[in-house]
């Protein structure tokens, strides 16, 4: 009986540890690695002169997104809007500091933005405009995101049962006569 209260006492301290660690923010998921697109000026679609490449990039909530000149000329990672982008809107995404970012005119040369919030997020280069280079990022939620409760339940009393009563007597048949 004493065995058990401790395992029960046991568990309850883990629980209380494991929901600590989870409030704290101690548990949480690692770090997204950094995704890459390259600025190219050969073998884009539509015979285009410049393009990013991948157009399209899926990527987890926090990941950043680099995006590396290939070519020497200057261009911008720059969020759309219906007017610059012949229609086309900013994306859902809610990250508002995704607006704009010069990549120079050297090959080799960078750009980083890391995503927080999901959505997409539609850009292109504002020097060669958005029918020449534009590209999408989706930003997923956090990579298995779960929402885990866990209840720790009072530990069970067990009472054992009073030992099981004598089997009744058994009959007797015929007469009995008692005397007296």
């Known amino acids: 009986m004493q065995r058990r209260g401790r395992a029960w006492g046991a568990i309850g301290v883990m ?3 494991v929901m600590a660690l989870v409030v704290s923010g101690a548990l949480v998921a690692p770090a ?4 890459a697109v390259s600025i190219s000026g050969s073998g884009c679609a539509g015979a285009t002169t410049f393009c990013f490449v991948p157009a399209q990039s ?3 909530n926090g990941t950043t997104v680099t995006w590396t000149n290939q070519t020497t000329a200057p261009h911008t990672v720059t969020r759309c809007t219906p007017a610059a982008c012949n229609g086309t809107d900013a994306g859902s995404g809610s990250d508002a500091s995704f607006t704009s970012g ?4 050297s090959n080799g040369a960078t750009f980083s933005h890391a995503f927080n919030g999901a959505g997409t997020y539609n850009y292109y280069c504002q ?7 534009h590209g999408i990022v989706t930003v997923q939620s956090a990579v298995g995101t779960t929402t885990t409760t866990a209840t ?3 530990p069970t009393t067990v009472v054992p049962s009073p030992p099981n009563p ?4 058994a009959a007797v048949s015929g007469n009995v006569s008692f005397t007296g």
């Open 32 to 35: 997204q690695a950094d995704t």
């Open 58 to 60: 899926t990527v987890a």
């Open 15 to 17: 629980v209380g540890v």
């Open 166 to 169: 004598p089997p009744p007597a």
């Open 127 to 133: 020097i060669h405009g958005y029918a020449v280079m």
């Open 152 to 154: 720790a339940s009072a």
């Open 102 to 105: 010069n990549v120079a005119a």
